[in-house]
Structure formats: C-alpha cells, structure tokens
C-alpha cells in the first residue's frame, strides 16, 4: 500500500463506500507480512516511496516466489536483483508480465506508477554493463528517465567529454567503473550534481576485486562525489533515483 492507495482507502470509509471493519482488514498487516522464513516490509512503499526490493542471489526459488507474492497482492511493484536465470524462469512463469533483465540479473513488475527525475549512468569500460545495467533498471523502475552514456572512461578522455553536456543534463549520475576507478573524479569535475560512483570488481591482479576503485572513489577530491560498495550498481541506482526524485518534483 502506497500513500495514494491509503488515502483513498480512507476518503472511502469517510464516504460510506467502504466499512470500518473492512477497512481495519486491509489495514491490519500493513507494516508486515510474516512468511516464517522472511519477514516482509510491506509498510516500506508508505513511508520511503518504494516498495522493498528483494536480494535473489542467496534464496531458493520458492522463498522469492512467496516475498513476491505478498508484494504482488499489496499491488507493489516487484524488483529483485542478483536473480539466477533459474529463479527467474519460475517468477515468468507465475507473473508473465514481469521481466527479467539477463544483463542486470534484474526481475521487474510494474505496478502503480512511479515518478522520479533524470538519472545518467555513465561506465568506464563495457566490461562494467552488468553493474551498470542493474544501476540503470533500478533507477527506471523507481520511474527516473536514464541516459546511458557507455564506454567512456579516462583511456580516451576525449569520449567524455565529446557527451559531457548530455551527461550533465540529468538531476544525478551514476558513474561506473573498475580498474582504477580514476572516472568518478574526472566526472566529478566536469558536472555541477551529484555523482555516484560504483567501483567493479573489473581488472587485473593489482586491483584487488574492485579495492583499488574502491579506495580511488573513496579518495576523490571532486566534493560531489559519493560512493558505493563494489559492484554495488543495485545501490548506485537507487540512489541516484532518489535524488532525482527531489530534485526533478520541484
């Protein structure tokens, strides 16, 4: 249940149309739903705006078939990332007009619409899509407009800042990016919104699973950059979707 929903849940039992009785059931699990191997945050799309989104990669099929479902008879959108292609042919198979995103490992249902600004997502290498996908879907299932902006990292910095006009015309970025991570800063310089930088895992030896971007994003002097965990593009996107969100309903 969303804010809209429960406000005219209650312009219903203010106009007789629905009884006391009948709206306290509808009411009565909303903080949660208690599934014994999960507890389910039902309350969360009330009071942050989107709904929780469930992490795949380390439950059975059958527990994110029962989390979807209690999201799926609230009627909230459905986001689950890091989503086995196996896990994902069971959730087509009960919700056909779901979609799984191979790339991003993402399982998105629309439900309702959502409502955010601008969001570009902009990677270092193509070895960084799969993080950057999952950023992008994340942000455009919060409703955020994406621009992709791939392949552009600081090895041929004339890439760049060929779309730097284009990347700055967002109400916040995703910047994607593994080896050194040295793209975050240089993005950083050349915008004046938020920048969020993804380090990968993306390189060889000396970069440590992703530990050297980590620690260059970590250090960068450009002030408006933040940082996510490694490979952490569900985070990145979301983020920036919600910046977006404020900033973009002004």
Same mark, same amino acid.
């Given at each position: 249940?969303?804010?809209?929903?429960?406000?005219?849940?209650?312009?219903?039992?203010?106009?007789?149309?629905? =009884?006391?009785?009948?709206?306290?059931?509808?009411?009565?699990?909303?903080?949660?739903?208690?599934?014994?191997?999960?507890?389910?945050?039902?309350?969360? =799309?009330?009071?942050?705006?989107?709904?929780?989104?469930?992490? *795949?990669?380390?439950?059975?099929?059958?527990?994110?078939?029962?989390?979807?479902?209690?999201?799926?008879?609230?009627?909230?959108?459905?986001?689950?990332?890091?989503?086995?292609?196996?896990?994902?042919?069971?959730?087509?198979?009960?919700?056909?007009?779901?979609?799984?995103?191979?790339?991003?490992?993402?399982?998105?249902?629309?439900?309702?619409?959502?409502?955010? *600004?601008?969001?570009?997502?902009?990677?270092?290498?193509?070895?960084?899509?799969?993080?950057?996908?999952?950023?992008?879907?994340?942000?455009?299932?919060? *409703?955020?407009?994406?621009?992709?902006?791939?392949?552009?990292?600081?090895?041929?910095?004339?890439?760049?800042?060929?779309?730097?006009?284009?990347?700055?015309?967002?109400?916040?970025?995703?910047?994607?990016?593994?080896?050194?991570?040295?793209?975050?800063?240089?993005?950083?310089?050349?915008?004046?919104?938020?920048?969020?930088?993804?380090?990968?895992?993306?390189?060889?030896?000396?970069?440590?699973?992703?530990?050297?971007?980590?620690?260059?994003?970590?250090?960068?002097?450009?002030?408006?950059?933040?940082?996510?965990?490694?490979?952490?593009?569900?985070? *990145?996107?979301?983020?920036?979707?919600?910046?977006?969100?404020?900033?973009?309903?002004?």
């Amino acid at each position: 249940m969303d804010e809209k929903t429960l406000t005219r849940l209650l312009e219903q039992v203010k106009g007789g149309k629905v =009884s006391v009785d009948a709206a306290v059931g509808q009411l009565k699990d909303l903080p949660f739903a208690e599934l014994g191997y999960a507890t389910v945050d039902t309350h969360r =799309s009330l009071r942050f705006g989107f709904p929780e989104v469930v992490f *795949g990669e380390p439950k059975t099929a059958e527990q994110v078939l029962g989390i979807v479902g209690k999201l799926v008879e609230r009627k909230q959108p459905v986001l689950v990332t890091r989503l086995q292609p196996d896990k994902a042919e069971a959730l087509l198979a009960a919700y056909p007009k779901g979609e799984y995103h191979a790339l991003a490992r993402i399982f998105h249902l629309k439900q309702g619409k959502q409502k955010a *600004g601008k969001v570009s997502v902009v990677t270092a290498g193509t070895g960084d899509l799969p993080v950057a996908e999952e950023a992008a879907i994340t942000a455009e299932a919060m *409703g955020a407009t994406v621009k992709r902006v791939y392949d552009v990292g600081v090895a041929g910095l004339h890439r760049l800042l060929k779309r730097r006009e284009e990347i700055q015309d967002a109400h916040a970025i995703v910047v994607v990016a593994g080896m050194e991570g040295a793209l975050a800063s240089v993005v950083g310089g050349l915008v004046g919104i938020p920048v969020v930088a993804v380090p990968t895992s993306v390189g060889y030896g000396a970069n440590f699973g992703g530990v050297s971007a980590l620690l260059t994003m970590v250090n960068s002097c450009a002030s408006n950059v933040a940082t996510m965990n490694i490979d952490n593009g569900f985070g *990145g996107g979301f983020y920036a979707a919600l910046i977006s969100r404020t900033k973009g309903q002004r």
